[in-house]
């Protein structure tokens, strides 16, 4: 599992129950850029099998979440709304480095960061959800995220040193904090 260096305050949690309409909109538009995130994967790779295998099955198992967050959007009387650029993932990006081999070790890595977060901050909307039917779908999202971290990891170790992954990763989590942490909290996932 990775270890996040900044928590989400409980707070924005508690905003985000609060204004779950405006949240569920951001979240399934996040679910969707992970789908085809994870397509992305597959194209630019397509001589890693490994890493084919896993992100097809990623693809789907996102397009499913979307699926699903827009059917309860839908059963709210919500519309999907056009996609916005987010500043967290934007950011982290500007931290992969250049070159083959460098690029592909750090894009898995931030990919499994982007993970972790979503399982944290699914994890806390679950815990300030009321229980019943929502409550048990973020707990469930919850699950997914925390798989999809090690999955990201497990895929970096496979094709790149894990002490050099590790350390990698290390830098890219200070960086990701600082990102956090300067972020207003808001209704998004990110």
Known sequence: ?????????????????????DFLPDHAAAEKKASSMAMGMVAHYPDRPELVMAMIDLAIEELNHYRAVVKLMYERG????????????????RAIRHGKEYYLMDRLLVGGIIEARGAERFGLVAHALPPGALQRFYRSI???????????????????????????????????????RELPLRPALH
């Open 78 to 93: 919500l519309c999907l709304l056009a996609d916005e650029k987010d500043p967290y993932v934007n950011r982290l990006r």
């Open 1 to 21: 599992m990775i270890e996040l260096m900044y928590n989400t305050p409980v707070s924005w949690a508690e905003g985000v129950v609060d204004a779950l309409d």
């Open 142 to 180: 919850t699950r997914s995220e925390e798989a999809h971290q090690k999955l990201f990891i497990q895929l970096a170790e496979l094709y790149f040193d894990p002490a050099k992954t590790r350390s990698r990763l290390h830098e890219l989590l200070v960086v990701e904090a600082d990102i956090v």
